[in-house]
Structures are given as C-alpha cells and as structure tokens.
C-alpha cells in the first residue's frame, strides 16, 4: 500500500467547473505539498500546509490532519489548468509522492 | 533571482558510462533534495543534502549513486556505470530551512537517456 493515495486518477472536466482531487495519506506528517507538473514536465510548488486551508487565486487546499486527507480545489477551471497534480507528504526527512491526478479541462 | 538551475536538461548516456547531474540552489537556499521519476510512475525521493552534508539518504539506491552538495559549487548527483533501469527524470528542489517545513522551488528536470 502506497503511504500517499490520490484520486481520482484521472479527471477530465469542461471549462468552468468547480474541481475537486483528493489525497489520503497513512503517514505521520510534518507537511503536505501540492504540485503541479506541466505537459513538458516542469514541476511547480503551489501549497504547502500544516493545518487548516489556503487559498491562491482559483485555487484552494484543505487539509484535516485528524483525517489523514487534503484536498485540493480549483473553482472556474480553465485549459491551463491542464497538467497533473501531484500530492506530496513531509514526514520530517523523508517524503513520499502521490501518483499524480492527470486533469484535462476542454474548452 | 534566478531560480533552482539543473544542468544539463537532457543527457543521453551507454550502458556502463557514468552521468554526471548538477543541481544550483535558489540563491540564499542552503538544502536540496533530488528525486527521480520513472517513467510512466511518480516521484521518488533520492536524498536531502545540506551543505557538505548528506542529511537523508534513505531513497537512493545502495549502489552506483551517490551525491554531494559541497561547500562551492552546486550539487551534484552521480550515478556509475549506468543502465537502462535508470532512465528517468531527475528533479532536484531547494528551500531554505531544514526537513520540507518550508516551500520547496523545483528545478526543470535533468532527462537521463541510457542507450
């Protein structure tokens, strides 16, 4: 069993949509991570979150450390949000990855 | 302020070669970390270096790979005598505090190629 659970695994929606990925972890956690991978592969940082909830711009991550579980939501998706997601657990030194949400959002 | 750099984007290497991936820190970044991703798979963790310093090395295969982040220059992640097996893209990330508490900035990949 993988320490990081996403899903779904991959989501196709049209644009405007309110998106929802998930992640469970089995983990004592220091931090959770959300990544986006871009098409050519570049790897960008857009949370990270001890507790509670963040927001940036359309996008905004949860997390409930009692549960185990964040998640992460994109309202008036757009095409450029097209790219994997990628859930990531800190647990002091040590970090493992989600498999990656692949979201396509058709115009 | 440039960003995390990696060098070089692409490397094609034989089998039984050895390659040679460079990773500079954002400016004023004093830890790195290196994870490959396998095709078609997500990411792994490799290792977490401080400065002159291995803090983690719990993900990195226990022969042929190595690294080092010395006190000048970038750091540097080496594996021997390549094989197909490690074709993958390399990632190194970089932040300023120890462990992950803080943002981590990603560089753009190394692509290894083993023929």
């Known amino acids: 069993k993988n320490e990081v659970e996403q899903s779904p695994q991959n989501l196709t929606a049209q644009e405007g949509e309110f998106i929802t990925i998930n992640c469970s972890y089995s983990v004592g956690i220091s931090a959770l991570h959300w990544l986006q991978q871009h098409p050519g592969g570049g790897i960008v940082s857009l949370f990270m979150?001890?507790?509670g909830k963040k927001k940036h711009g359309r996008l905004i991550a949860t997390i409930n450390i009692q549960e185990k579980h964040s998640s992460l939501h994109i309202t008036a998706s757009h095409p450029r949000d097209s790219a994997v997601y990628i859930c990531?657990?800190?647990?002091?030194?040590?970090?493992?990855f989600g498999t990656g949400t692949s979201l396509t959002v058709i115009p | 302020n440039a960003g995390v750099m990696q060098n070089p984007r692409h490397l094609v290497r034989r089998r039984g070669q050895e390659a040679r991936l460079r990773c500079s820190p954002m400016?004023?970044?004093?830890?790195v970390y290196w994870y490959r991703q396998l095709p078609e798979e997500g990411l792994k963790f490799m290792v977490y270096l401080q400065k002159e310093n291995i803090i983690d090395e719990s993900g990195m295969p226990k022969e042929r790979f190595s690294a080092e982040f010395p006190k000048e220059g970038p750091s540097i992640l080496r594996i021997q005598q390549v094989v197909r097996g490690d074709s993958a893209a390399y990632f190194c990330a970089s932040d300023d505090r120890a462990g992950g508490y803080n943002e981590q900035f990603f560089g753009p990949g190394t692509r290894l190629t083993v023929l």
């Open positions: 979150l001890s507790s």
């Open positions: 400016k004023g970044h004093s830890h």
């Open positions: 990531a657990v800190n647990t002091g030194n040590q970090f493992y």
